[in-house]
């Protein structure tokens, strides 16, 4: 009898072994099989190309968070840039057509991305947006990340308040394209002054640039062009000016350090106690605010009444390729995911980190 409740002992064992094992190679092969699944995903990042500003500063933090997230295994991840919106509309078209990614985070050109975006949306292949938003896809888009737009608009507006501004008061808005983004901005902006005594009719009244690209060179274009349009009585009265980019503040700046304006309209501004308000976290204009840049702006800077510019970060596009990894995982990032920005001065520019080249003494 003890040698059979022995034999029997001995068999569960040997059993157990097996089973052991079993459940072992079966782990195994799920390791294996998840690790299939992850060479598998391959993300698109899709943002335009550009060598300087805040499109390439978007580039290049795209770029190198793209090595770091392929190196970690957490996706292959390519990014495309693209010269112009019908550049992107055919690499959008292509990828589409040859299934070559398998997940799309794209910062779209402008809104003439919407008839395509749509196609993306209809293929089943998840994409997130990133800064300019097309609403008539957000519901299909994993998430849509961008900095606070509207809140840009709305933190002007209370700067420009809090330092006098009154209902009615002359007002130069120098936009940066046809997209959500300027929209967005100029929103927060108009709701703004209307929570606080202004009426439509005089909101209508704001005078407004055509746009800029977002381009220093345009900026600085229709700065010229709008001082050569008004008398120096015009110019005396605006004393509020919200430019949508550091790049077109900037663009400002240069004309007014140059020779080539009217002198009598350059002085008219600069005596008429500007308030210029702008956005983005511009490496350059944070030295401008700190009084480091080589061109050496501080004599136009200290005949303005304000500078400012409100944080626009183009490391957040990074925090899209976050959540498109997140919905790979199997997690729900936000839908609409808004990050927070901050007024930039000469009294705080030294607790934030610009983009680009600084261009200092």
Request: glycine share 8%; charged share 25%; hydrophobic share 45%.
């Amino acid at each position: 009898m003890k040698k059979i409740l022995a034999l029997v002992l001995a068999m569960l064992m040997v059993a157990g072994v097996f089973t052991g094992c079993a459940a072992k190679t079966e782990k195994a092969a799920e390791a294996t099989e998840k690790a299939a699944d992850a060479s598998d995903v391959v993300m698109a990042v899709l943002v335009p190309n550009a060598d300087h500003g805040w499109t390439g500063a978007v580039m290049k933090y795209a770029e190198e968070y793209a090595q770091k997230l392929t190196g970690d295994g957490k996706a292959k991840v390519n990014v495309i840039t693209s010269t112009d919106a019908a550049n992107q509309i055919q690499q959008v078209e292509d990828l589409i057509e040859n299934k070559t990614a398998t997940h799309v985070v794209i910062l779209p050109q402008d809104n003439t991305l919407e008839a395509t975006l749509k196609k993306l949306a209809d293929s089943g292949i998840p994409f997130a947006m990133f800064d300019r938003v097309i609403d008539s896809v957000a519901d299909a888009a994993v998430a849509s990340v961008k900095g606070d737009n509207n809140g840009i608009g709305a933190e002007t507006a209370k700067r420009f308040i809090a330092k006098g501004m009154k209902p009615g008061d002359k007002i130069l808005i120098m936009p940066g394209d046809n997209s959500s983004v300027p929209e967005m901005r100029n929103n927060g902006f108009f709701s703004t002054l209307l929570d606080n005594g202004w009426t439509q009719d005089q909101i209508d009244a704001i005078e407004s640039t055509d746009y800029t690209g977002w381009s220093r060179s345009k900026g600085k274009e229709l700065f010229t062009a709008w001082l050569d349009s008004n008398t120096v009585d015009e110019i005396k009265d605006t004393k509020w000016i919200f430019t949508h980019d550091d790049e077109i503040a900037m663009g400002i700046l240069e004309a007014l350090k140059s020779g080539d304006l009217d002198a009598e309209k350059k002085d008219a501004f600069l005596s008429a106690g500007v308030n210029l308000g702008t956005s983005s976290g511009l490496n350059e204009m944070y030295s401008v605010l700190k009084g480091i840049h080589q061109k050496d702006y501080t004599a136009e800077v200290a005949q303005l009444a304000d500078l400012f510019s409100v944080t626009y970060d183009p490391a957040m596009i990074k925090a899209a390729m976050d959540d498109m990894i997140t919905f790979i995982g199997g997690g729900k990032p936000e839908k609409d995911h808004v990050i927070a920005v901050s007024v930039v001065d000469k009294d705080n520019v030294a607790d934030f980190q610009g983009f680009g080249d600084a261009v200092s003494k």
